[in-house]
């Protein structure tokens, strides 16, 4: 069974850029929720996403956007790039039915470098 | 945001020793999970737990659900070199995003 896959894995951008990462989750899994991991702050929460609606949001400025297509893949979006949102991206996924509680599973996420 | 605390921060251990690591938090969760991360990977799940009490094995790790509902543990026996890495806890409330720890770094050697 494939793995939560993310793309691209690397990217570099200057400030001020704007940034598209996309998410694509298990297969049947229809919710997806992002991270932002950072040696400083750990891993930060940004969103989740079940059947195409966000159903939670962290404490990220509203420069993170996100969205989620009804095949569940999603994309996270930031603008006006900052250097601090030099980060690993993650996102994960999980049925999302049968028990809100179920465990996510990662991708190998997105590494954003900011100059 | 709010993160749960988890102890110790790092390890440095022989291998065949037995790991002990824990979180705790301030809140009751009804969910706790353990994760591994190795570099240039994402964390992948090794345990879930969801009733207070509960005890739960995964080959050589164990972990538990504190009856407070506010703590948990995470052993690891007989460590071994491939278990070198990032282990992070993780809780959530019902209808609320995962909260983790900052992390355990297990270094093993041989």
């Known amino acids: 069974k494939a793995g939560v896959t993310q793309t691209p894995r690397y990217l570099i951008k200057t400030r001020g850029q704007q940034v598209t990462l996309s998410c694509s989750p298990i297969?049947?899994?229809?919710?997806v929720s992002w991270y932002q991991q950072t040696p400083g702050q750990g891993l930060q929460f940004l969103f989740e996403?079940?059947?195409?609606?966000?159903?939670n949001k962290g404490n990220f400025p509203g420069r993170f956007s996100g969205r989620q297509f009804s095949n569940s893949r999603s994309e996270m979006n930031v603008s006006t790039l900052e250097l601090g949102d030099s980060a690993l991206y993650l996102c994960?996924?999980?049925?999302?039915?049968?028990?809100?509680?179920?465990?996510?599973?990662f991708g190998d996420g997105t590494r954003l470098s900011i100059l | 945001g709010q993160q749960l605390n988890q102890s110790p921060q790092s390890m440095f251990i022989q291998e065949g020793e037995d790991v002990s690591m824990n979180c705790t938090s301030s809140?009751?969760?009804?969910?706790w999970l353990w994760y591994k991360q190795e570099p240039g990977e994402g964390p992948v799940l090794l345990i879930a737990?969801?009733?207070?009490?509960e005890l739960t094995s995964n080959g050589r790790l164990t972990a538990q659900f504190g009856i407070t509902r506010k703590d948990s543990f995470l052993n690891i026996s007989a460590s071994i070199p491939s278990d070198v890495g990032i282990y992070f806890c993780?809780?959530?409330?019902?209808?609320?995003?995962?909260?983790f720890g900052k992390g355990t770094t297990l270094s093993v050697s041989s």
């Open positions: 737990l969801y009733k207070a009490g």
């Open positions: 993780a809780g959530r409330q019902a209808g609320t995003a995962l909260i």
């Open positions: 297969s049947g899994h229809r919710s």
């Open positions: 996403y079940f059947s195409e609606t966000q159903r």
């Open positions: 809140s009751i969760f009804n969910t």
């Open positions: 994960a996924s999980s049925p999302g039915t049968g028990g809100i509680n179920q465990p996510q599973h």
